[in-house]
């Protein structure tokens, strides 16, 4: 009966959407297999919470029109059960909604349940109410923790089941994950590892989604699951057995920013490469981790340290924008990709040597498909190749595909897509408006120095933090009294004493006597915090208030919930009477969880206690500052821009959009602007924005604010001046395309007819990207051999003249325009010589 209802109702909504009847998902060794065809699939990663609610349609449209079949999101555990057994599924938590909208855009789903996650999140994704279960251990063969990883994933299970959205039922999800690179770490849990990885697999296979499994990083994932690779380049993995796909779950697109260390990117050339070798070489699904990386909002971030940005160089930046040229060229790799699913998915690729370094896989069919991609993994010379009697060029690190086995539709290393440059525009400059006008003037509440809740306790003793607080809050105040009898020397002769702490981490502000005496900050690789603060004591009663400060739980590695932070000791006076040290470690500590106004619930604006005179304070430690403001005009998205704050958290309309910390600057030393795309890429090749605050700017989504009215509060806990933040919003400023007489033809015309092809030949394309704008200038066009990259373009030795007039004529006032890359449209300025057309325009 119910599948008949079920049934019945697919018809009646077949009309407006794209999966109705159930679909069958199985694998085998070549591929998914959905309703019995095997699949080349393309995926990437969004996570919900890292956007909102409103972004989600246009990032999976965007996802969509970038050539994505599936959508990877992880579960995050502790935004949908916070306290135990109270759940979430609100707003950025309406995982439901998610998962429905991918539907209806027609896409895919893999959900990775975890659930533990990783991903630069908050303890990786587990409440941290799981710690503090009696005799549990996590990650490991250990009943209390088996216990609530089961309910958590049965209850994700169900919810999905109950709404219909396994394949199975109807619905998107073709894929699940259990746990997450547990194999990386799980020697460390010596005998208890392999049990709870055999328990996690039977347990997932036991709630019967109808859909496979898989366990990333994990090479002794026990049957049925599937065990998936991760990583900067998966062509060389192969899974545990002969019948199951080779899959690639996390393509890093870029990396993670940490506070304090410069911001990764990872070249365009580089990621199309790795995804070109992984299908040539018998791959058939490639998730890109992050597709869209987007904002960790709230106390959300891992670490220590993770940024408030999850931009990750994503081919979707961090506000939703285009990033080109990355997102346009991988669009094309998976064109061209998809161009030889059919000879992919019926055979194994034989791959041969063509020379040092070079590659050829071909995909024949018996039925006489075939399709071949010829690479040159040399990171040196370009190469000229013989194949099936023709002879390609191949530049180093790259892949030529050819979907009929003869000619080149896309070679990795020639880009054929438009670039853009985006900036954020301040709103001062736009409409001329001083700065500060966007702000209807501050009041402020001074959060007290140490104890001030009655909450406080004391013990004998230095706390772990974590332990202490159970991440309620980021902080936790170590209060100390200590009596100065008067007789030491330094009290007498004006020198001063030294206050050593030694600290898990993160940050950690000193005070004596109410007053600023020191602090100090860890950084992601090294958490701890040392510090040899000079201290000025009086005779009698001192004293001294350590403010100490979380700035994201750690989320990866062996016993990662273990690790503490904290003002653990020792703490110690030193330079005391003849030289002796006292250590405080074992007094009396009293200890306050958290701030006093977090208690007040200043983050939403309330309380009588604000104060609105003349006299803002500025650069004083631990004040709350609260505004309205009028939202930015025009709809692009809107950054804050933190320049003269310090460190702590600020909220718009009582959602906290993250942690800020402007005055933590990136180490100057190890980035380049230019980084060569060639040879193997790692986390810290290629590097930006050294010397600069590691991140300035803050999201704040568009569906938070309303036209006026807009309420601002910021804890500020390092002292800073509010009156000199400012909005900006991103936009583009220009696009630009560069494309050589070698390029291959635009993807999208392939055709298997030669003529066709040698008449349209190389291409160069530009669009503008909202569809109310038009191509309004050419800033530059050159037709020879230009130099530099877009938004530095120059003419070189050789330069057509007619080249601007031409690119003039074909493109402003369009919204998009193409021109012929050849000496048929453009003359030839230096006849003998490669030449390359290179445009950057603007648009309005
Ligand atoms: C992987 C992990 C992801 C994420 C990534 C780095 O090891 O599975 O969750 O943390 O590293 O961004």
């Given at each position: 009966m119910a599948v008949s209802l079920y049934g019945l109702f697919c018809l009646l909504l077949l009309t407006t959407t794209s999966f109705c009847f159930a679909a069958n998902v199985t694998y085998d060794h070549r591929a998914l297999v959905i309703d019995g065809k095997r699949r080349v699939l393309v995926s990437g990663s969004i996570h919900y919470p890292r956007s909102t609610p409103d972004m989600w349609p246009d990032l999976i449209q965007k996802s969509k029109d970038g050539g994505l079949d599936v959508i990877e999101t992880y579960v995050f555990w502790n935004l949908h059960e916070p306290v135990r057994g109270k759940y979430d599924f609100e707003g950025r938590n309406d995982l439901v909604k998610f998962v429905k909208l991918v539907k209806?855009?027609?896409?895919?789903?893999?959900?990775?349940?975890?659930?533990?996650?990783?991903?630069?999140?908050?303890?990786?994704?587990?409440?941290?109410?799981?710690?503090f279960i009696p005799g549990i251990k996590l990650r490991t063969d250990n009943e209390p923790f088996k216990a609530e990883m089961k309910r958590f994933t049965a209850k994700i299970v169900d919810l999905m089941k109950q709404e219909n959205l396994y394949a199975s039922q109807g619905g998107p999800i073709i894929l699940s994950q259990i746990e997450n690179e547990y194999g990386n770490i799980d020697s460390a849990y010596g005998g208890g590892a392999k049990p709870y990885i055999t328990w996690a697999a039977t347990m997932a296979t036991s709630l019967n989604t109808g859909v496979p499994w898989v366990m990333c990083q994990q090479k002794d994932a026990p049957n049925p699951i599937i065990d998936t690779c991760n990583g900067f380049y998966c062509d060389q993995y192969t899974p545990n057995s002969n019948n199951k796909p080779k899959m690639w779950t996390e393509n890093w697109s870029g990396w993670f920013s940490s506070f304090g260390d410069p911001l990764p990117y990872r070249p365009t050339e580089d990621v199309a490469f790795a995804v070109a070798r992984f299908y040539q070489l018998g791959g058939t699904f490639q998730n890109y981790y992050m597709y869209h990386g987007g904002t960790n909002f709230g106390r959300s971030s891992g670490g220590p340290f993770i940024t408030t940005t999850y931009d990750y160089d994503a081919p979707i930046d961090e506000y939703g924008l285009l990033r080109q040229p990355k997102w346009g060229h991988l669009k094309d790799v998976h064109k061209a990709i998809k161009l030889c699913e059919e000879a992919m998915v019926e055979t194994d690729p034989k791959t041969t040597s063509l020379g040092s370094n070079l590659e050829a896989s071909v995909y024949k069919t018996e039925s006489g498909k075939c399709a071949a991609f010829l690479a040159n993994v040399g990171t040196q010379s370009d190469a000229t190749v013989k194949f099936n009697g023709n002879s390609y060029s191949l530049p180093a690190w790259s892949v030529s595909i050819l979907p009929d086995c003869k000619n080149v539709v896309l070679n990795t290393a020639k880009i054929n897509s438009m670039s853009t440059v985006t900036k954020f525009v301040h709103q001062s400059s736009e409409d001329g408006a001083t700065e500060t006008d966007a702000f209807s003037g501050w009041s402020w509440i001074y959060e007290p120095v140490g104890i001030s809740s009655n909450n406080a306790f004391t013990k004998p003793g230095l706390l772990e933090q974590i332990n202490t607080t159970a991440d309620q809050s980021d902080y936790l105040w170590y209060s100390l009294s200590i009596e100065m009898k008067g007789d030491e020397p330094f009290l007498e002769d004006g020198s001063q004493a030294v206050l050593h702490v030694d600290s898990l981490g993160h940050a950690l502000n000193v005070f004596?006597?109410?007053?600023?005496?020191?602090?100090?900050?860890?950084?992601?690789?090294?958490?701890?915090?040392?510090?040899?603060?000079?201290?000025?004591?009086?005779p009698g009663k001192n004293n001294i208030d350590l403010l100490s400060s979380t700035v994201g739980l750690q989320n990866y590695g062996a016993f990662f919930d273990l690790k503490g932070a904290g003002v653990t000791g020792p703490v110690q006076l030193k330079g005391l009477k003849n030289g002796s040290t006292a250590d405080l470690s074992s007094q009396q500590w009293t200890y306050q969880i958290g701030l006093k106004g977090e208690g007040l619930g200043l983050s939403t604006g309330s309380s009588s206690l604000w104060v609105s005179q003349p006299a803002l304070p500025k650069n004083q430690p631990l004040v709350w500052y609260k505004t309205t403001f009028d939202a930015p005009s025009g709809s692009s998205p809107v950054a804050l821009d933190f320049t003269g704050l310090g460190k702590g958290e600020a909220w718009v309309n009582g959602q906290s959009i993250g942690r800020y910390w402007p005055t933590n600057i990136a180490s100057s030393n190890g980035c380049t602007n230019s980084c060569n795309y060639r040879g193997s890429y790692s986390s810290n090749k290629c590097l930006k924005n050294c010397g600069k605050p590691t991140q300035l700017l803050y999201h704040v989504?568009?569906?938070?604010?309303?036209?006026?009215?807009?309420?601002?509060?910021?804890?500020?806990?390092?002292?800073?001046?509010?009156?000199?933040?400012?909005?900006?919003?991103?936009e583009v400023q220009s696009i630009c395309s560069r494309v050589s007489e070698s390029h291959p033809i635009p993807v999208e015309t392939w055709t298997a007819d030669e003529e066709t092809r040698k008449r349209t030949g190389p291409t160069l394309s530009l669009g503008c990207p909202h569809p109310h704008q038009v191509i309004s200038k050419i800033n530059f066009a050159s037709f020879g051999t230009p130099h530099g990259s877009c938004g530095s373009f120059s003419h070189g030795r050789c330069s057509s003249e007619r080249a601007l007039s031409i690119i003039e004529k074909a493109c402003v006032g369009s919204r998009s325009c193409s021109v012929g890359v050849s000496v048929n449209t453009f003359g030839d300025p230096c006849a003998g010589t490669a030449k390359t057309l290179a445009v950057e325009a603007s648009c309005a």
């Amino acid at each position: 009966m119910a599948v008949s209802l079920y049934g019945l109702f697919c018809l009646l909504l077949l009309t407006t959407t794209s999966f109705c009847f159930a679909a069958n998902v199985t694998y085998d060794h070549r591929a998914l297999v959905i309703d019995g065809k095997r699949r080349v699939l393309v995926s990437g990663s969004i996570h919900y919470p890292r956007s909102t609610p409103d972004m989600w349609p246009d990032l999976i449209q965007k996802s969509k029109d970038g050539g994505l079949d599936v959508i990877e999101t992880y579960v995050f555990w502790n935004l949908h059960e916070p306290v135990r057994g109270k759940y979430d599924f609100e707003g950025r938590n309406d995982l439901v909604k998610f998962v429905k909208l991918v539907k209806e855009a027609g896409l895919f789903v893999h959900l990775r349940i975890g659930p533990y996650v990783c991903a630069e999140w908050n303890y990786g994704g587990f409440p941290l109410w799981l710690h503090f279960i009696p005799g549990i251990k996590l990650r490991t063969d250990n009943e209390p923790f088996k216990a609530e990883m089961k309910r958590f994933t049965a209850k994700i299970v169900d919810l999905m089941k109950q709404e219909n959205l396994y394949a199975s039922q109807g619905g998107p999800i073709i894929l699940s994950q259990i746990e997450n690179e547990y194999g990386n770490i799980d020697s460390a849990y010596g005998g208890g590892a392999k049990p709870y990885i055999t328990w996690a697999a039977t347990m997932a296979t036991s709630l019967n989604t109808g859909v496979p499994w898989v366990m990333c990083q994990q090479k002794d994932a026990p049957n049925p699951i599937i065990d998936t690779c991760n990583g900067f380049y998966c062509d060389q993995y192969t899974p545990n057995s002969n019948n199951k796909p080779k899959m690639w779950t996390e393509n890093w697109s870029g990396w993670f920013s940490s506070f304090g260390d410069p911001l990764p990117y990872r070249p365009t050339e580089d990621v199309a490469f790795a995804v070109a070798r992984f299908y040539q070489l018998g791959g058939t699904f490639q998730n890109y981790y992050m597709y869209h990386g987007g904002t960790n909002f709230g106390r959300s971030s891992g670490g220590p340290f993770i940024t408030t940005t999850y931009d990750y160089d994503a081919p979707i930046d961090e506000y939703g924008l285009l990033r080109q040229p990355k997102w346009g060229h991988l669009k094309d790799v998976h064109k061209a990709i998809k161009l030889c699913e059919e000879a992919m998915v019926e055979t194994d690729p034989k791959t041969t040597s063509l020379g040092s370094n070079l590659e050829a896989s071909v995909y024949k069919t018996e039925s006489g498909k075939c399709a071949a991609f010829l690479a040159n993994v040399g990171t040196q010379s370009d190469a000229t190749v013989k194949f099936n009697g023709n002879s390609y060029s191949l530049p180093a690190w790259s892949v030529s595909i050819l979907p009929d086995c003869k000619n080149v539709v896309l070679n990795t290393a020639k880009i054929n897509s438009m670039s853009t440059v985006t900036k954020f525009v301040h709103q001062s400059s736009e409409d001329g408006a001083t700065e500060t006008d966007a702000f209807s003037g501050w009041s402020w509440i001074y959060e007290p120095v140490g104890i001030s809740s009655n909450n406080a306790f004391t013990k004998p003793g230095l706390l772990e933090q974590i332990n202490t607080t159970a991440d309620q809050s980021d902080y936790l105040w170590y209060s100390l009294s200590i009596e100065m009898k008067g007789d030491e020397p330094f009290l007498e002769d004006g020198s001063q004493a030294v206050l050593h702490v030694d600290s898990l981490g993160h940050a950690l502000n000193v005070f004596i006597n109410g007053k600023v005496a020191g602090g100090g900050n860890g950084r992601n690789s090294n958490p701890k915090v040392s510090l040899d603060v000079p201290v000025s004591l009086v005779p009698g009663k001192n004293n001294i208030d350590l403010l100490s400060s979380t700035v994201g739980l750690q989320n990866y590695g062996a016993f990662f919930d273990l690790k503490g932070a904290g003002v653990t000791g020792p703490v110690q006076l030193k330079g005391l009477k003849n030289g002796s040290t006292a250590d405080l470690s074992s007094q009396q500590w009293t200890y306050q969880i958290g701030l006093k106004g977090e208690g007040l619930g200043l983050s939403t604006g309330s309380s009588s206690l604000w104060v609105s005179q003349p006299a803002l304070p500025k650069n004083q430690p631990l004040v709350w500052y609260k505004t309205t403001f009028d939202a930015p005009s025009g709809s692009s998205p809107v950054a804050l821009d933190f320049t003269g704050l310090g460190k702590g958290e600020a909220w718009v309309n009582g959602q906290s959009i993250g942690r800020y910390w402007p005055t933590n600057i990136a180490s100057s030393n190890g980035c380049t602007n230019s980084c060569n795309y060639r040879g193997s890429y790692s986390s810290n090749k290629c590097l930006k924005n050294c010397g600069k605050p590691t991140q300035l700017l803050y999201h704040v989504p568009r569906s938070w604010l309303k036209p006026s009215g807009n309420l601002l509060v910021l804890f500020e806990q390092a002292g800073g001046d509010p009156t000199k933040l400012s909005f900006a919003t991103r936009e583009v400023q220009s696009i630009c395309s560069r494309v050589s007489e070698s390029h291959p033809i635009p993807v999208e015309t392939w055709t298997a007819d030669e003529e066709t092809r040698k008449r349209t030949g190389p291409t160069l394309s530009l669009g503008c990207p909202h569809p109310h704008q038009v191509i309004s200038k050419i800033n530059f066009a050159s037709f020879g051999t230009p130099h530099g990259s877009c938004g530095s373009f120059s003419h070189g030795r050789c330069s057509s003249e007619r080249a601007l007039s031409i690119i003039e004529k074909a493109c402003v006032g369009s919204r998009s325009c193409s021109v012929g890359v050849s000496v048929n449209t453009f003359g030839d300025p230096c006849a003998g010589t490669a030449k390359t057309l290179a445009v950057e325009a603007s648009c309005a």
